[in-house]
Protein backbone atom coordinates (compact mmCIF):
# COMPACT_ATOMS: atom_id res chain seq x y z
CA UNK A 1 0.00 0.00 0.00
CA UNK A 2 1.20 3.52 -0.87
CA UNK A 3 1.64 5.73 1.65
CA UNK A 4 3.15 9.80 1.30
CA UNK A 5 3.02 11.90 4.04
CA UNK A 6 4.04 15.54 3.39
CA UNK A 7 5.12 17.77 5.90
CA UNK A 8 6.59 21.45 6.38
CA UNK A 9 3.96 23.71 5.11
CA UNK A 10 3.19 26.82 6.32
CA UNK A 11 3.30 30.94 6.35
CA UNK A 12 5.65 32.86 4.82
CA UNK A 13 6.54 36.12 3.87
CA UNK A 14 7.38 36.54 0.48
CA UNK A 15 11.02 36.36 -0.14
CA UNK A 16 11.10 33.52 2.16
CA UNK A 17 11.80 29.93 2.34
CA UNK A 18 10.27 26.77 3.37
CA UNK A 19 11.12 22.95 3.01
CA UNK A 20 8.22 20.70 2.46
CA UNK A 21 8.74 16.59 3.21
CA UNK A 22 7.25 13.59 1.83
CA UNK A 23 7.84 10.47 3.50
CA UNK A 24 7.25 7.68 1.35
CA UNK A 25 6.80 4.07 1.38
CA UNK A 26 4.95 0.97 -0.76
CA UNK A 27 6.40 2.94 -3.86
CA UNK A 28 4.99 0.14 -6.26
CA UNK A 29 7.53 -1.37 -9.15
CA UNK A 30 6.07 0.35 -12.13
CA UNK A 31 7.14 3.93 -10.49
CA UNK A 32 10.83 5.03 -10.92
CA UNK A 33 10.04 8.84 -10.30
CA UNK A 34 8.86 10.92 -7.55
CA UNK A 35 7.35 14.55 -7.80
CA UNK A 36 5.48 17.28 -6.24
CA UNK A 37 2.52 18.86 -7.25
CA UNK A 38 0.30 22.02 -6.53
CA UNK A 39 -3.08 22.94 -6.69
CA UNK A 40 -4.14 26.42 -5.54
CA UNK A 41 -7.93 27.35 -5.15
CA UNK A 42 -9.94 27.39 -8.38
CA UNK A 43 -6.93 25.94 -10.42
CA UNK A 44 -5.77 22.42 -11.80
CA UNK A 45 -2.86 20.86 -10.09
CA UNK A 46 -0.17 21.28 -11.47
CA UNK A 47 3.71 19.41 -11.62
CA UNK A 48 6.35 21.61 -9.73
CA UNK A 49 9.18 18.93 -9.53
CA UNK A 50 10.27 15.32 -10.50
CA UNK A 51 12.83 13.65 -9.65
CA UNK A 52 13.70 9.96 -11.67
CA UNK A 53 15.14 7.26 -9.34
CA UNK A 54 18.55 8.43 -11.88
CA UNK A 55 18.45 12.02 -10.34
CA UNK A 56 17.03 13.55 -13.24
CA UNK A 57 14.89 16.11 -12.67
CA UNK A 58 11.89 18.05 -14.13
CA UNK A 59 10.59 21.63 -12.54
CA UNK A 60 8.03 23.73 -13.84
CA UNK A 61 9.12 26.93 -15.88
CA UNK A 62 7.44 29.03 -12.54
CA UNK A 63 9.88 27.42 -10.28
CA UNK A 64 12.98 27.05 -11.75
CA UNK A 65 16.12 28.71 -9.95
CA UNK A 66 14.11 28.56 -6.97
CA UNK A 67 12.73 25.49 -5.72
CA UNK A 68 14.98 21.94 -5.76
CA UNK A 69 13.98 18.68 -5.46
CA UNK A 70 15.97 16.13 -3.81
CA UNK A 71 15.64 12.88 -2.28
CA UNK A 72 17.02 10.92 0.87
CA UNK A 73 16.93 7.28 0.19
CA UNK A 74 18.03 6.30 3.46
CA UNK A 75 14.98 7.97 5.20
CA UNK A 76 12.58 7.03 2.02
CA UNK A 77 11.98 10.90 1.95
CA UNK A 78 11.56 13.10 -0.65
CA UNK A 79 12.13 17.23 0.08
CA UNK A 80 11.00 20.34 -1.95
CA UNK A 81 12.99 23.17 -0.98
CA UNK A 82 11.42 26.51 -1.77
CA UNK A 83 13.41 29.74 -2.07
CA UNK A 84 12.63 33.17 -2.75
CA UNK A 85 8.97 32.16 -2.34
CA UNK A 86 6.44 34.30 -4.18
CA UNK A 87 2.50 34.81 -3.41
CA UNK A 88 1.43 32.96 -6.69
CA UNK A 89 3.49 29.90 -4.83
CA UNK A 90 0.56 29.56 -2.80
CA UNK A 91 -1.18 26.62 -2.79
CA UNK A 92 -1.81 23.31 -1.12
CA UNK A 93 1.61 20.99 -2.09
CA UNK A 94 0.77 17.10 -2.93
CA UNK A 95 3.57 14.71 -2.89
CA UNK A 96 3.23 12.18 -5.88
CA UNK A 97 4.89 8.82 -7.27
CA UNK A 98 4.77 8.61 -11.33
CA UNK A 99 6.50 7.87 -14.07
CA UNK A 100 9.77 9.91 -15.45
CA UNK A 101 10.91 9.59 -19.34
CA UNK A 102 12.80 11.70 -20.64
CA UNK A 103 12.15 11.92 -24.78
CA UNK A 104 13.96 13.64 -27.75
CA UNK A 105 15.51 15.74 -24.89
CA UNK A 106 12.69 16.56 -22.75
CA UNK A 107 11.26 15.24 -19.97
CA UNK A 108 8.31 13.96 -19.05
CA UNK A 109 6.45 13.31 -15.24
CA UNK A 110 3.15 11.49 -15.11
CA UNK A 111 1.65 11.12 -12.33
CA UNK A 112 0.17 7.80 -10.72
CA UNK A 113 -2.86 7.79 -8.56
CA UNK A 114 -1.02 8.40 -5.53
CA UNK A 115 -1.38 11.14 -3.62
CA UNK A 116 -0.44 12.28 -0.26
CA UNK A 117 -2.74 14.39 2.29
CA UNK A 118 -1.40 17.54 0.88
CA UNK A 119 0.50 20.36 2.78
CA UNK A 120 -1.00 24.18 2.84
CA UNK A 121 2.02 26.82 1.95
CA UNK A 122 0.90 30.58 1.90
CA UNK A 123 2.65 33.18 0.84
CA UNK A 124 1.96 36.97 2.31
CA UNK A 125 2.81 39.44 0.32
Known amino acids: QVQLVESGGGLVQAGGSLRLSCAAS????????IGWYRQAPGKQRDLVAGMRTDGSTKYADSVKGRFTITIDNTKNTVYLQMNDLEPEDTAVYYC???????????????????WGQGTQVTVSS
Open 96 to 114: NVGRFATLAGKAFYWAYPY
Open 26 to 33: GIPDKSNA
